[in-house]
Every structure is written in structure tokens, then in C-alpha cells.
């Protein structure tokens, strides 16, 4: 079987595939720069899991590690997309034991505890102004850790707003994708 985690925008199938392949070298080159070891038991938050893609990811390169990953699952670029489709693609690379898909709006999610990492890839921008409360929620989520792709349409709003909530932020950007988007790097310390 075949992992299908969907098709971006306004692109071709081919090119979905070819768009995650470098989403996935520039997550995994975030993650390499954390303090995490590949075997740390690492709780980890993917918001707006979709599909599953960096839900999969992530537990690909934590081996121990925990996943949840949170969606409405009402995507009109992501057809037919279910926590049991998610679940499918991580039965698929193996690792549907340690992710746990969750149907839920990231705006009324209360975790119990804390995520040592969070992840989110494409998200925040369909958010409008709501993605401030989003990126608060965050803040709040997390205790060490949060890397979030995305197309940020107004940056340096969005740059001076995680920075206030973050100790630190990194731009681990390429221009591989497109000027819009970018993977911010985000630690609480």
C-alpha cells in the first residue's frame, strides 16, 4: 500500500509530492537542531494534522516518541481527510501505534499537560487575524519547542508576535517552495 496524503492548493498531484519531499528534508534539518536524541521519549503536538504527513514525519525521526495530532478535518485541497485516513498512512509507515489522531478545533483544544515540541505545516495562514490567539495557544502548549511551516502573508507582524511569545526565534527558511513560505523555529528559552 501507498501512503496519499493529499494534494496542496493549486497544485498537481506530482507536484504535492515533490512539495513534502522538501518539507520534510527542511522539519527534519529543525529537528536535528534540537537537543532531542532520535531515541528521546518526546511528546509532540502536530496542529492541523491533516492526513497525517507530519504526524508521520515526526514519529519517524523520534522513534520514542508520542504524537497527537489535532484537526477539524473539513479541508476542501484535502479530500475525503479523517482521523481513520490518517491513521491508515501512519499504519502504513508503521508507526500508527505512537500517533494518536484527534478530531478537534485547535481554537477549543485543552491538552492535558504540556508537548515538548510542537509542529504545524500549513495552518496558521488560513486562520486570518484568529491565528494570534492560535500562536498564544501555543505559547501556553508547549514547554520547550515549536516549528511551524507556513506561508506567513504579513512576516514581520507575525515574526514581532511569536517573538514576544518566545524567547527564541529562528527563520529556518529556504526559498525552495516560495517566498511565502517559511519554517520558524520557536523556543521557550
Same mark, same amino acid.
Given at each position: 500500500?501507498?501512503?496519499?496524503?493529499?494534494?496542496?492548493?493549486?497544485?498537481?498531484?506530482?507536484?504535492?509530492?515533490?512539495?513534502?519531499?522538501?518539507?520534510?528534508?527542511?522539519?527534519?534539518?529543525?529537528?536535528?537542531?534540537?537537543?532531542?536524541?532520535?531515541?528521546?521519549?518526546?511528546?509532540?503536538?502536530?496542529?492541523?494534522?491533516?492526513?497525517?504527513?507530519?504526524?508521520?514525519?515526526?514519529?519517524?525521526?523520534?522513534?520514542?516518541?508520542?504524537?497527537?495530532?489535532?484537526?477539524?478535518?473539513?479541508?476542501?485541497?484535502?479530500?475525503?481527510?479523517?482521523?481513520?485516513?490518517?491513521?491508515?498512512?501512519?499504519?502504513?509507515?508503521?508507526?500508527? $501505534?505512537?500517533?494518536?489522531?484527534?478530531?478537534? $478545533?485547535?481554537?477549543?483544544?485543552?491538552?492535558?499537560?504540556?508537548?515538548?515540541?510542537?509542529?504545524?505545516?500549513?495552518?496558521?495562514?488560513?486562520?486570518?487575524?484568529?491565528?494570534?490567539?492560535?500562536?498564544?495557544?501555543?505559547?501556553?502548549?508547549?514547554?520547550?519547542?515549536?516549528?511551524?511551516?507556513?506561508?506567513?502573508?504579513?512576516?514581520?507582524? $507575525?515574526?514581532?508576535?511569536?517573538?514576544?511569545?518566545?524567547?527564541?526565534?529562528?527563520?529556518?527558511?529556504?526559498?525552495?517552495?516560495?517566498?511565502?513560505?517559511?519554517?520558524?523555529?520557536?523556543?521557550?528559552?
Amino acid at each position: 500500500m501507498k501512503t496519499d496524503f493529499g494534494v496542496y492548493h493549486h497544485t498537481s498531484p506530482a507536484a504535492s509530492v515533490e512539495i513534502r519531499g522538501i518539507m520534510q528534508v527542511m522539519f527534519t534539518d529543525a529537528f536535528v537542531s534540537l537537543p532531542f536524541t532520535r531515541d528521546a521519549k518526546v511528546k509532540i503536538l502536530d496542529v492541523g494534522c491533516g492526513l497525517g504527513f507530519l504526524s508521520c514525519v515526526s514519529a519517524e525521526f523520534y522513534k520514542n516518541a508520542r504524537v497527537t495530532g489535532i484537526d477539524m478535518f473539513k479541508h476542501a485541497s484535502l479530500k475525503d481527510s479523517s482521523p481513520k485516513k490518517a491513521k491508515e498512512n501512519a499504519k502504513i509507515l508503521d508507526v500508527a $501505534d505512537r500517533i494518536d489522531f484527534r478530531k478537534c $478545533d485547535m481554537l477549543k483544544f485543552s491538552p492535558t499537560g504540556t508537548f515538548d515540541l510542537i509542529v504545524s505545516n500549513l495552518v496558521f495562514h488560513n486562520l486570518g487575524k484568529r491565528r494570534f490567539d492560535a500562536y498564544q495557544r501555543l505559547a501556553r502548549w508547549t514547554k520547550f519547542y515549536a516549528i511551524l511551516g507556513d506561508l506567513f502573508f504579513d512576516y514581520e507582524i $507575525d515574526l514581532r508576535f511569536l517573538s514576544n511569545l518566545f524567547a527564541n526565534v529562528k527563520d529556518r527558511s529556504s526559498s525552495t517552495i516560495g517566498q511565502q513560505y517559511r519554517i520558524l523555529q520557536m523556543s521557550k528559552n
